[in-house]
């Protein structure tokens, strides 16, 4: 009986262990979206509010699915609206150095 207890307690804890760790990508996501965000804003001559405003939209564009299709559309179409050339590439090495900026910092 004891066995089973303990055999529940390492599941608890690995479910935690697992929930903590989606948290902390989220999170990270969510401060790389916010950087990348405003690092688009600077490039369409966005004031700080706007910059700000535009960056939040940012990060709800990728809750819209999985992985980072969804944030990469927006910013092409975003670019692509305000009349400026910005590869796919360049908007993931974007992602990328913001991801690996906030992951330095913690």
Do not use: C
Not at 57 to 76: C, F, M, T, Y
């Amino acid at each position: 009986m004891p066995t089973v207890h303990l055999t529940g307690s390492k599941e608890k804890i690995a479910e935690q262990r697992y929930a903590n760790q989606e948290k902390h990508s989220f999170d990270i996501n969510v401060k790389r979206d916010h950087t990348v965000g405003l690092w688009a804003a600077e490039i369409f001559g966005y004031d700080d509010e706007k910059a700000k405003r535009y960056a939040k939209e940012v990060i709800v564009a990728d809750l819209e699915e999985p992985g980072d299709e969804d944030i990469i559309r927006k910013l092409i179409a975003d670019f692509e609206t305000h009349g400026i050339s910005m590869t796919r590439q360049e908007i993931e090495k974007q992602l990328l150095l913001a991801e690996e900026k906030i992951k330095s910092q913690q």
